[in-house]
T-cell receptor, first 112, second 114 residues
Framework: GDSVTQMEGPVTLSEEAFLTINCTYT??????LFWYVQYPGEGLQLLLK?????DKGSNKGFEATYRKETTSFHLEKGSVQVSDSAVYFC???????????FGSGTQLTVLP | SAVISQKPSRDICQRGTSLTIQCQVD?????MFWYRQQPGQSLTLIAT?????????ESGFVIDKFPISRPNLTFSTLTVSNMSPEDSSIYLC???????????FGQGTRLTVV
């Protein structure tokens, strides 16, 4: 079945540091890939998405590129802020039903 | 943008009772999904709710414990039955909108069983 393997957390960075959160996947067919973010005390929000190979999703300074050859969708940001502290989930949807399969989540803490 | 409304947003329930969570979407969708997020953990798919047929449950989830209704293309309910403290979680509904390539989530129901 489908699966998402996400970089283990927690991750702690200083403000303005570079962020990478690794995500790899296994899926049948051609999945769409997502990064969701969950800020403290809030619900799940879509951060960015990519629906086909070589697509780059971007939002709020975050980027991720759909790499079919390496089955990866790593999340990056050049300069993190304290307000980026949250839990980040990599996810894919595939098949006719398009239900989501989530990674385990990565807790990011950014220190001032 | 798509809107998906979920209620209640939170509840505290006595063990042995049941709670029904409602999910309303602003457009007709064929399939809706129910997820559970246990404290400090990722999201796990409970079931896929199809309009006009029985829901399809994932391994570890059964209809007697989590009955689902899907009376039309814009609405679904999830009931958590005979609750125990282990059912304390956030429950979320979701649907996938193919034309924009995006999955949308309700704001979640934070359930605490005491």
């Amino acid at each position: 079945g489908d699966s998402v393997t996400q970089m283990e957390g927690p991750v702690t960075l200083s403000e303005e540091a570079f962020l990478t959160i690794n995500c790899t996947y296994t899926a049948t067919g051609y999945p769409s890939l997502f990064w969701y973010v969950q800020y403290p005390g809030e619900g799940l929000q879509l951060l960015l998405k990519a629906t086909k190979a070589d697509d780059k999703g971007s939002n709020k300074g975050f980027e991720a590129t759909y790499r079919k050859e390496t089955t990866s969708f790593h999340l990056e940001k050049g300069s993190v802020q304290v307000s980026d502290s949250a839990v980040y989930f990599c996810a894919l949807s595939s098949g006719s039903a398009r239900q989501l399969t989530f990674g385990s989540g990565t807790q990011l803490t950014v220190l001032p | 943008s798509a809107v998906i409304s979920q209620k209640p947003s939170r509840d505290i329930c006595q063990r042995g009772t049941s709670l029904t969570i409602q999910c309303q979407v602003d457009s007709q969708v064929t399939m809706m999904f129910w997820y559970r997020q246990q404290p400090g953990q990722s999201l796990t798919l409970i079931a896929t709710a199809n309009q006009g047929s029985e829901a399809t449950y994932e391994s570890g989830f059964v209809i007697d414990k989590f009955p689902i209704s899907r009376p039309n293309l814009t609405f679904s309910t999830l009931t958590v039955s005979n609750m125990s403290p282990e059912d304390s979680s956030i429950y979320l509904c979701s649907y996938y909108r193919g034309e924009v390539g995006e999955a949308f989530f309700g704001q979640g129901t934070r359930l605490t069983v005491v």
